[in-house]
Structure formats: structure tokens, C-alpha cells
């Protein structure tokens, strides 16, 4: 089973910034598709970004498009989503998942399920 250990989340203000981190854990990312989730308390999973393993094709929900950008540093085995301009209704638990598949440029990375490690939690308020 892939793992990762995802960090960086936190309490921030409306409009602060935030920059989530995902370590692959016991593989390595350089053959996977990798995207970012979140789940709210009493919500569904959604899809947030996906950052491909070809050429570093990205994809964003249309809620975050614009304010979330997500990267890959391969050496480091290391996926980041940068975040800016938060807002409320981005507090969630964000998880990342990896696929051999090319989830990203098909779209079906928003469809998807994957089983979820801890995340990391953001929480945006005033």
C-alpha cells in the first residue's frame, strides 16, 4: 500500500497562505500521478489538484483554481500544494493519493477514491 506522511496544515486567518507538503513513504513518486484531496467534517471528498509525472501537467478544481498551486520535487520524493487566499470553506483535512494511472490528464482524478492516511488539517477562520 502507498503511504505518505502529509504536514503543514494549520490555523490560518481569511486570505492567509499555507504551502501543504506530502512525503511518499517507502516508494518512490517518480512514476505516479499524484493528487491532493480534502474532506470537510460532515462532507464529501473532493478533489483539489493533480500534478502528473509527465511533464508536470497540472489540474484544479474549479473552487481553488487561481489560489492553489500544486508541485512536485521528485528528489525529494515530495509533493507540495501552495495555497493562498483562504478562504472558510477550505477548512478541511487534505490527503494525497497516487495513481500509476493517468489520472490527471483524463480528469477521473475527481472521481476517484483512494484510502486515506492521518492528512493534515487546515482550518481558516476569524
Known amino acids: 500500500q502507498l503511504q505518505f506522511v502529509e504536514s503543514g496544515g494549520g490555523s490560518v486567518q481569511p486570505g492567509g497562505s499555507l504551502r501543504l507538503s506530502c512525503a511518499a513513504s517507502g516508494f518512490t513518486l517518480d512514476d505516479y500521478d499524484i493528487a491532493w484531496y480534502r474532506q470537510a467534517r460532515g462532507k464529501e471528498r473532493e478533489g483539489v489538484a493533480c500534478?502528473?509525472?509527465?511533464?508536470?501537467?497540472?489540474a484544479y478544481a474549479d473552487s481553488v483554481k487561481g489560489r492553489f498551486t500544486i508541485s512536485r520535487d521528485n528528489a525529494k520524493n515530495t509533493v507540495y500544494l501552495r495555497m493562498n487566499s483562504l478562504q472558510p470553506e477550505d477548512t478541511a483535512v487534505y490527503y494525497c493519493a497516487a495513481d500509476l494511472r493517468s489520472i490527471c490528464y483524463s480528469g477521473t482524478w475527481l472521481y476517484r477514491s483512494y484510502s486515506r492516511g492521518q492528512g493534515t488539517q487546515v482550518t481558516v477562520s476569524s
Open positions: 500534478i502528473s509525472n509527465y511533464n508536470g501537467h497540472t
